[in-house]
């Protein structure tokens, strides 16, 4: 099988990346599709998948109406070379409109449920993966729910084993304690009207963090002057590393936000926009989400002068897993007896259990 995966994001590529490598072992031929936006590129690299380059991400919304058009038509002309026989995404209208082109089937993830996004690409979509919701704001004859979250397809114990090594690429001993914070661009389409942390805020927080603990920072932009000598310099491959062993993570992101909750790692979100991915990890209490500034940092050093706080959040992340399914291994399955895979979960929804 034949299989193009459109990547929108960092994340994305973790997402796909062990579903990719392991039904690459089965003998299915990938390739995968991007812009050059952010560490796409490296990670593709990374993991040595053949990939396509779609040039600049537009930002500005004229910017974003031309995409539209500029990476459907590049979507569809490497579509027409490669001739895959699955498109597969994130959410990707690219890949949806060249799936619907080239007549063959579409399987998308939903978590961020952007309804201008969705629109554009669910018309043209097979099968809709989300996460089990009580209410989801998704409903669809399209739709296949399960027990997971996006990131359990990389960081689920099965996947994913931290390496302490990240202490010598972070120019640390063995366990010192350090803190990580997450600033976004705020130029993705869901970003539009949100909001988190002011730029006076950004330099209290650290200045106020780095009398207690070492502050390293990820950022989508350029960072201030006042800010540039906390950038984490790290591959971007080995964030997870570093995630899963910090003392605590503050940030803008929900997806390294998600992240630090399945390593078990107490993490502060603070953005106006309120995803219901973050809304349940919250009841496992993995995450705070805050936007009140005295109460971000009130919590951040409560966390950082507890000594026991990290043992506490794996008891949580513990708790969690015990609910939740390896979806890296329900992937392969679905894919592998599509479409056969949505009848089984639509008359038997419990199905999905023995991939826990």
Same mark, same amino acid.
């Given at each position: 099988?034949?299989?193009?995966?459109?990547?929108?994001?960092?994340?994305?590529?973790?997402?796909?990346?062990?579903?990719?490598?392991?039904?690459?072992?089965?003998?299915?031929?990938?390739?995968?599709?991007?812009?050059?936006?952010?560490?796409?590129?490296?990670?593709?690299?990374?993991?040595?998948?053949?990939?396509?380059?779609?040039?600049?991400?537009?930002?500005?919304?004229?910017?974003?109406?031309?995409?539209?058009?500029?990476? @459907? /038509?590049?979507?569809? =002309?490497?579509?027409?070379?490669? +001739? *895959?026989?699955?498109?597969?995404?994130?959410? #990707?209208?690219? &890949?949806?409109?060249?799936?619907?082109?080239?007549?063959?089937?579409?399987?998308?993830?939903?978590?961020?449920?952007?309804?201008?996004?969705?629109?554009?690409?669910?018309?043209?979509?097979?099968?809709?993966?989300?996460?089990?919701?009580?209410?989801?704001?998704?409903?669809?004859?399209?739709?296949?729910?399960?027990?997971?979250?996006?990131?359990?397809?990389?960081?689920?114990?099965?996947?994913?084993?931290?390496?302490? @090594? /990240?202490?010598?690429? =972070?120019?640390?001993?063995?366990? +010192? *304690?350090?803190?990580?914070?997450?600033?976004? #661009?705020?130029? &993705?389409?869901?970003?539009?009207?949100?909001?988190?942390?002011?730029?006076?805020?950004?330099?209290?927080?650290?200045?106020?963090?780095?009398?207690?603990?070492?502050?390293?920072?990820?950022?989508?932009?350029?960072?201030?002057?006042?800010?540039?000598?906390?950038?984490?310099?790290?591959?971007?491959?080995?964030?997870?590393?570093?995630?899963?062993?910090?003392?605590?993570?503050?940030?803008?992101?929900?997806?390294?936000?998600?992240?630090?909750?399945? =390593?078990?790692?107490?993490?502060?979100?603070?953005?106006?926009?309120?995803?219901?991915?973050?809304?349940?990890?919250?009841?496992?209490?993995?995450?705070?989400?805050?936007?009140?500034?005295?109460?971000?940092?009130?919590?951040?050093?409560?966390?950082?002068?507890?000594?026991?706080?990290?043992?506490?959040?794996?008891?949580?992340?513990?708790?969690?897993?015990?609910?939740?399914?390896?979806?890296?291994?329900?992937?392969?399955?679905?894919?592998?007896?599509?479409?056969?895979?949505?009848?089984?979960?639509?008359?038997?929804?419990?199905?999905?259990?023995?991939?826990?």
């Amino acid at each position: 099988m034949k299989i193009l995966i459109d990547i929108g994001h960092p994340g994305h590529v973790h997402l796909f990346k062990n579903f990719a490598l392991e039904m690459q072992k089965g003998g299915h031929e990938f390739l995968f599709t991007c812009r050059d936006k952010e560490f796409e590129i490296e990670l593709l690299k990374s993991y040595g998948f053949d990939y396509v380059v779609f040039g600049k991400k537009f930002n500005s919304t004229i910017g974003k109406i031309f995409g539209l058009l500029k990476f @459907d /038509i590049q979507e569809i =002309l490497t579509a027409i070379k490669f +001739k *895959p026989d699955l498109f597969m995404s994130h959410g #990707s209208m690219y &890949a949806a409109h060249a799936s619907f082109v080239m007549r063959k089937p579409h399987i998308s993830f939903e978590d961020t449920f952007n309804m201008e996004q969705i629109r554009l690409y669910k018309p043209f979509t097979e099968a809709i993966l989300i996460n089990n919701f009580k209410n989801p704001p998704l409903v669809d004859k399209r739709v296949i729910t399960y027990d997971g979250y996006h990131e359990l397809a990389y960081l689920h114990p099965n996947r994913f084993r931290p390496n302490k @090594d /990240i202490f010598k690429l =972070l120019c640390l001993e063995n366990g +010192k *304690p350090y803190v990580i914070l997450r600033f976004v #661009s705020w130029n &993705a389409s869901h970003d539009v009207g949100q909001g988190g942390m002011s730029l006076e805020f950004k330099i209290k927080l650290v200045k106020e963090l780095s009398k207690k603990i070492k502050v390293f920072i990820s950022s989508e932009g350029e960072l201030p002057k006042e800010l540039k000598e906390y950038q984490i310099k790290i591959p971007p491959e080995k964030m997870h590393d570093a995630l899963a062993f910090a003392t605590l993570f503050i940030g803008e992101g929900a997806t390294m936000a998600s992240e630090s909750a399945m =390593l078990g790692t107490p993490s502060i979100y603070i953005n106006t926009l309120h995803p219901l991915t973050i809304q349940e990890q919250e009841i496992y209490e993995l995450i705070f989400y805050m936007n009140s500034n005295d109460d971000i940092l009130k919590k951040a050093l409560e966390i950082i002068d507890n000594k026991n706080s990290k043992n506490e959040f794996l008891l949580k992340k513990e708790k969690m897993l015990s609910d939740k399914i390896d979806v890296t291994a329900f992937l392969i399955w679905f894919v592998e007896n599509y479409p056969k895979s949505i009848e089984i979960l639509k008359n038997n929804p419990d199905y999905q259990k023995r991939f826990k």
